[in-house]
T-cell receptor, first 114, second 111 residues
Framework: EAQVTQNPRYLITVTGKKLTVTCSQN?????MSWYRQDPGLGLRQIYY???????DKGDVPEGYKVSRKEKRNFPLILESPSPNQTSLYFC????FGTGGVEQYFGPGTRLTVT | SQKIEQNSEALNIQEGKTATLTCNYT??????LQWYRQDPGRGPVFLLL?????KEKRKERLKVTFDTTLKQSLFHITASQPADSATYLC??????????FGSGTRLLVRP
């Protein structure tokens, strides 16, 4: 089944404890991205990747890191999480970029930082 | 400033009626506009895409219009069903090919 998977689905952690949220897609997509969703603010892009080893900042990249060593995986790293990073996170992929093509979203990761 | 706006109030309609959701944008000239459906606690699911040179797009009970003069897209669900209850997100592709999302409108279809 074609899909985007994320792990973990739920995570409660403490301020400053490094964490990684994994994202994997099995559709051979070139483009992958991370979003966070907060009430009233909609989905905001954190980082995106046009292809392997190519990543770029989205609208809200502060406090996050990403890497794209393989085409299928795009992990999101929080080196020192803070309470304002409590949010619902989505990974997405598409065959190429965003123009004229649908995005496939993962099921989401709900992160709470205390 | 650039904005993409959807009605934050829920739209509550009777089963069988047509639901119409609005997406307005300011200071963008999008080449594409997309609509997604999102159920509680789940990822958005793509529904329709419309290009700037298209006035209207249909898919089964769904219809999207795109008016670049009014800077508005309308999303219609005809013969609505309780299963259509969800939050609907519009998203536009800006000039740097970023996908910008609205905050969504919740639709409630009463049986």
């Amino acid at each position: 089944e074609a899909q985007v998977t994320q792990n973990p689905r739920y995570l409660i952690t403490v301020t400053g404890k490094k964490l990684t949220v994994t994202c994997s897609q099995n559709m051979n997509h070139e483009y992958m991205s991370w979003y966070r969703q907060d009430p009233g603010l909609g989905l905001r892009q954190i980082y995106y990747s046009m292809n392997v080893e190519v990543t770029d900042k989205g609208d809200v990249p502060e406090g996050y890191k990403v890497s794209r060593k393989e085409k299928r995986n795009f992990p999101l790293i929080l080196e020192s999480p803070s309470p304002n990073q409590t949010s619902l996170y989505f990974c997405a992929s598409s065959p190429f970029g965003t123009g004229g093509v649908e995005q496939y979203f993962g099921p989401g990761t709900r992160l709470t930082v205390t | 400033s650039q904005k993409i706006e959807q009605n934050s109030e829920a739209l509550n309609i009777q089963e069988g009626k047509t639901a119409t959701l609005t997406c307005n944008y300011t200071n963008y000239s999008p080449a594409y506009l997309q609509w997604y459906r999102q159920d509680p606690g789940r990822g958005p699911v793509f529904l329709l895409l419309i290009r700037e040179n298209e006035k209207e797009k249909r898919k089964e009970r769904l219809k999207v219009t795109f008016d670049t003069t009014l800077k508005q897209s309308l999303f219609h669900i005809t013969a609505s069903q309780p299963a259509d209850s969800a939050t609907y997100l519009c998203a536009l592709v800006d000039s740097s090919y970023k996908l910008i999302f609205g905050s969504g409108t919740r639709l409630l279809v009463r049986p």
